[in-house]
Every structure is written in structure tokens, then in C-alpha cells.
């Protein structure tokens, strides 16, 4: 039995995340996760549900000013404690796999941060297939010295010798350069403007299979005000407070007269 813990608010299909956690975890296993507030990332909505469905104990901490859903305070497998530091409170209770959801924004900082406090950690990418994750002390030795004392020789990467570098190599190929961008993506697109690709269009979560029956507007607006209970209803009452923000955003934006 081993306790396992749920890192990062990278994007992940639903579908994605549950086949990886029934791969990842054994019988008598048990989970950790940060509560995310709200909106939910898809992933996160996906483990929250995965765990409870399938009687998973976990526990869930959360900080100062947070407020968790009664639908999992109230669930019997979940254990609610408030912490000043999630994070940390995650990586003092691991003893088995982190599971880490990738953001490009935060993966970087977030993997040095866990390195630092368990140098020895196993880390699978659960929004990609529990691909294992390799410290940096493991990674190539970097085609361009950028050591210290060196800073006085000039090294350039062209566009395509950066596009096959390591992540971490753009990284500190960038810092030396003084780039204000974070990410391998961004370093590059800073280094090279004129032929910075578009980027995709972010994809949109799919929306929950229904039973099939067909809801008027009417109907569906009066479930807000009935209150019923229970996690999906938990959770579609945060998507349609997210939805009303959608909506004054947009309406603010129509020209007025």
C-alpha cells in the first residue's frame, strides 16, 4: 500500500486521467491532492470524481480563504485538512508516485521545488500517460556551455537546434540571454518573432454524457434555485457561476447604443 499524490493543474481529458489512475494505483492504495478552487480543471475534476466513485481514501488540503464543496467534505473516503501549504503537506505525506499534471506555466519551478525537497522522487505525467519524469541531474549535458565563468563567449542556438533541445537547456539558454519568457515555446517565440508559430486553439472540454433526455431552458434555469445535492450537482453549480462570468464578460463587450 502506498500513498500517492496528485501535482500540478495541467490539462488532461477526463478520459485520460481515469485510465491512468486505474493504471497507477493497487489495491489498498491511497491518493493526496490540493483543492484547486474553482473553476475546476477538467483533470482535477476527473480525479476528484475517479477517487470518489471508486471508494479511493484521499485527502484533500486546502488554505486560508479556500472553500471546499460540501459534496466532498461530506464524502466518507475523503478527509478534509486545512494547511498553510499545500504543497508541502502533499510531498510530507508521499511514500509512493507523484502524479503530476503538466503546466507549462508551472512545471518547471514546480519539479525543481519537489527535486529539491525529494531528490529521489518517481514522477509519471498522469496528463500523459504516466510517462516517467527525469530529473535534471539526469538530463544531457547541454550542447552550449553557459557556465558562469563563461559568460564572456558568445553561443547561439539557431530556431531549429532549439526546437530539438531539451526543455531545460531552452530554459537556461534563455535566463543567460535575459529572456522574459518562462517556457521553452515563449523563449523561442521571444528569440525568434518573425517566425513564431500560431498557436492552437485551446481545446474545449467536452460536456458529460446525459441520460438523453431533452431539458427546456426553463427547466434547467429553476435547477439552479431547487438546490439539489450531491457531487455532479456540486459541480454543475460551479459551472454555471463560471458561465455567468462568461456571460457579464461578454455582454460588457457589446458596443452600447
Partial sequence: MA????????????????????????????????????????AMEAAYGYA??????????????????EALKSAETVTVQKVRS???????????????????QEAYDLLDYVWDNVPDATI???????????GTAEEPTPLV???????????TFTREELEIATAHVVKRYGERLGCTAKTKSGIIAELFPESAPVEDAPEIAPAP?????????DTLTAFYYQNPQGWVAEMAHAKIAEATLW?????????KG
Fill in 3 to 42: 500513498t500517492h499524490i496528485i501535482l500540478g493543474k495541467g490539462h488532461s481529458t477526463s478520459n485520460s486521467v481515469v485510465t491512468c489512475l486505474a493504471d497507477a494505483l493497487s489495491d489498498g492504495d491511497t491518493l493526496a491532492m490540493e483543492w484547486t478552487g474553482t473553476p475546476i480543471p477538467e
Fill in 52 to 69: 470518489i466513485d471508486h471508494e479511493i481514501p484521499f485527502t484533500l488540503f486546502y488554505m486560508e480563504g479556500q472553500k471546499v464543496p
Fill in 86 to 104: 499545500s504543497k508541502d503537506s502533499l510531498l510530507k505525506v508521499l511514500d509512493g508516485n507523484i502524479l503530476f499534471l503538466w503546466d507549462e
Fill in 124 to 134: 509519471l505525467e498522469l496528463s500523459n500517460g504516466l510517462a516517467p519524469i527525469i
Fill in 145 to 155: 556551455n553557459v557556465q558562469e565563468e563563461e559568460e564572456d563567449i558568445p553561443a
Fill in 209 to 217: 454524457e446525459t441520460s438523453g433526455t431533452s431539458w427546456d431552458l
Fill in 247 to 255: 456571460a457579464a464578460r461578454a455582454l460588457d463587450e457589446v458596443p
